[in-house]
């Protein structure tokens, strides 16, 4: 029988997202660690499994917190949580979120509106929420799950991740000297649901050699996080496509435009097509 360390009252984690793919991941291994939990997701019966397997695997306690973080009243108690004095969150986890099927126009700006408020504003007003208590306690770390898209131009998506990444490293640099570290972590390709909800197979995004085990990525941020830093790559073949993305993105854009051009001539010409008959 593997022994795991005693669970701690001082060390509570809150994440988000946490019934599947990366958080239910996050979740295990802060679990290991000794970290009590609080998780956050909206299937109310799933976060039900997911704690009671926690606390059958590794000891601790676990609270659940079933919430819309689109919905300001459901994403106040998960605020409120964060904010609390008794047993207080001293490691959040921002990893909610989701990604959209279609093409920007073709998607509704409500739908885009709600990745945005997800990706972007929900992370915003959780680690604002939980930032004045860690700062009073001297100590804290606020973790964000962004994506190594956010060091392109490849859409709304990568766009809401870029302001996770410049959020995270701006905020490092605020408050590491009062005790509280922030960390951004931009994976590649991660084999978890996220893709197949986007009702798109894995080997129609990228080859095997690009995908990368949920476990692996989850360690190496929370090693990132526990050295204080405020970023984490995971894998050598991605910090090397991370580099090399630096250095690229007029290439990535002329790229965008000519894949853009190219499926606007298609369209163009199934439409003519269509209307002359042909086919």
């Known amino acids: 029988m593997t022994a795991h360390p005693s669970p701690s009252y001082d060390r509570t984690a809150l994440v988000t997202g946490a019934t599947s793919g990366l958080g239910a991941e996050f979740a295990k291994q802060l679990a290991a660690t000794g970290h009590n939990l609080v998780l956050v997701?909206?299937?109310r019966p799933r976060l039900e499994n997911v704690a009671e397997a926690l606390r059958s695997d590794f000891g601790v306690a676990v609270e659940?917190?079933?919430a819309d973080l689109t919905d300001p009243t459901e994403r106040a108690h998960v605020e409120r949580r964060l904010g609390a004095t008794e047993n207080p969150v001293s490691f959040l986890v921002n990893n909610a979120g989701y990604g959209l099927p279609q093409e920007f126009e073709i998607?509704?700006?409500?739908?885009?509106e709600r990745m945005l408020e997800i990706l972007s504003t929900v992370p915003l007003r959780l680690s604002h929420a939980a930032l004045g208590g860690m700062l009073s306690r001297g100590t804290g770390t606020i973790l964000t799950v962004a994506s190594i898209a956010g060091g392109a131009p490849l859409g709304t998506y990568a766009a809401a991740k870029t302001w996770a990444l410049n959020f995270s490293s701006w905020a490092h640099a605020q408050y590491r000297h009062r005790g509280v570290t922030f960390t951004a972590v931009a994976p590649g390709f991660v084999?978890?649901?996220f893709h197949s909800r986007l009702g798109v197979k894995r080997s129609?995004?990228?080859?095997q050699w690009m995908w990368l085990d949920a476990g692996l990525v989850v360690r190496s941020a929370l090693r990132a996080a526990a050295r204080g830093r405020r970023l984490s790559v995971p894998s050598l073949r991605y910090r090397i496509i991370w580099g090399l993305m630096k250095?690229?993105?007029p290439v990535i854009l002329l790229f965008v435009a000519r894949?853009?051009?190219a499926a606007t001539a298609r369209a163009d010409t199934d439409a003519t097509r269509a209307t002359s008959g042909e086919g």
């Open 247 to 249: 250095v690229t993105q």
């Open 107 to 112: 998607n509704s700006v409500d739908d885009e």
């Open 41 to 43: 997701a909206r299937d």
């Open 204 to 207: 129609d995004m990228a080859p």
């Open 191 to 193: 084999r978890t649901e």
């Open 64 to 66: 659940i917190l079933s």
């Open 259 to 261: 894949a853009s051009r």
